[in-house]
């Protein structure tokens, strides 16, 4: 009598679907920090951004000899980033990122996004570069739990992931597998621990495959969005009166270099024969700690007060001129 035993080989459920042109389409929800301004951002009622936005799978690149899958996310007709990665039985990594700019930013090592087997306990780090930049991220699986979004209800992994350099950043993320991520909660925090951004992605229909979006090329947000206040975070004004104790010049980056010098010259076009046009009054400047950086130069009121007249106030990232706001100056 002879015994057999069959056996087969049991294969791991992907973590994710990766056909070309799967496309995940998500509800967005963007709250501002304090004194942080986004330009021509349609706010709700609540004073919060909501967009569809879609995370799409747009062939492949070849990197190094690495052929990487093309995770395209596109936001109101603009690509925002570009995810190169591998997908497994093993792990979601990336490999390298494509910026707002087009620029190939290479992670050194490859960055865990997802390591399977995913359960209640497991951790990984990544502490490497991007590009130039230093990067120190920690991820933990802190449970599972159901969790109802717009697309249904999925049995998911709530990843809780911190970031400590080079900024503050906080991660909520719930994976489901077989799925991918059904819902994403990320803060960003200035040094102080104030919030500067805080993008929540919900779920909104289940992954399938669809045709790409159009692509408006010259869609692409400001580099640096300005305006003048006689608060720091008050209503941007164009009119101010003589006897205005600080002016207060914003800014706020939205793809800057890391170290970019920003600088603001102040600039009186027309206030009197006592000064020639296009006389410099002023000029400041601050370094860019991130590429969402953001500040205010200050301008306190001279002894007799600002000279009535109109004035111009030139931004300038790395001296190429960027924007100019004009601004008069009444008694």
């Known amino acids: 009598m002879f015994l057999f035993i069959a056996t087969a080989k049991i294969l791991a459920a992907p973590l994710i679907p990766a056909a070309d042109g799967t496309s995940w389409r998500y509800n967005m929800t963007e709250d501002i920090g304090k004194g942080v301004s986004i330009p021509d951002a349609k706010l709700d009622a609540n004073g919060k951004i909501r967009l569809p936005v879609l995370y799409r799978i747009n062939g492949t690149e070849n990197v190094d000899g690495k052929e990487l899958l093309k995770f395209e996310m596109h936001r109101d007709g603009v690509i925002t980033n570009t995810d190169l990665m591998t997908v497994d039985e093993h792990a979601i990594t990336c490999w390298a990122r494509v910026n707002l700019d087009g620029q190939l930013v290479k992670l050194a090592p490859p960055q865990t996004m997802i390591a399977a087997p995913l359960k209640t306990g497991v951790r990984w780090d990544f502490n490497g570069q991007a590009g130039e930049v230093s990067v120190h991220q920690h991820y933990e699986v802190v449970g599972e739990e159901d969790i109802g979004v717009p697309a249904g209800k999925f049995h998911a992994f709530r990843i809780y992931g911190e970031q400590t350099s080079p900024s503050r950043m906080t991660i909520d993320r719930w994976f489901a597998t077989g799925v991918g991520i059904v819902k994403d909660v990320t803060a960003m925090r200035a040094a102080d621990g104030d919030l500067l ?17 159009e692509v408006k090329f010259d869609a692409l947000p400001k580099q640096l969005s300005v305006s003048i206040a006689k608060e720091q975070f008050g209503n941007p004004v164009t009119t101010l009166s003589s006897n205005t104790p600080e002016i207060y010049a914003r800014w706020q980056g ?63 990232v790395d001296d190429v001129l960027v924007d100019v706001v004009k601004l008069k100056i009444v008694k």
């Open 197 to 213: 951004q805080r993008i929540s992605l919900e779920l909104a229909e289940a992954p399938k495959i669809t045709a790409r979006p």
């Open 254 to 316: 939205q793809r800057l270099r890391k170290g970019a010098r920003i600088k603001a010259a102040w600039i009186a076009e027309n206030i009197g024969e006592d000064f020639p046009r296009g006389y410099k009054v002023d000029e400041v400047s601050a370094t860019a700690e991130s590429p969402t950086a953001h500040g205010a130069f200050t301008l306190t009121r001279p002894e007799g007060g600002w000279a009535p007249g109109d004035y111009r106030v030139e931004f300038y």
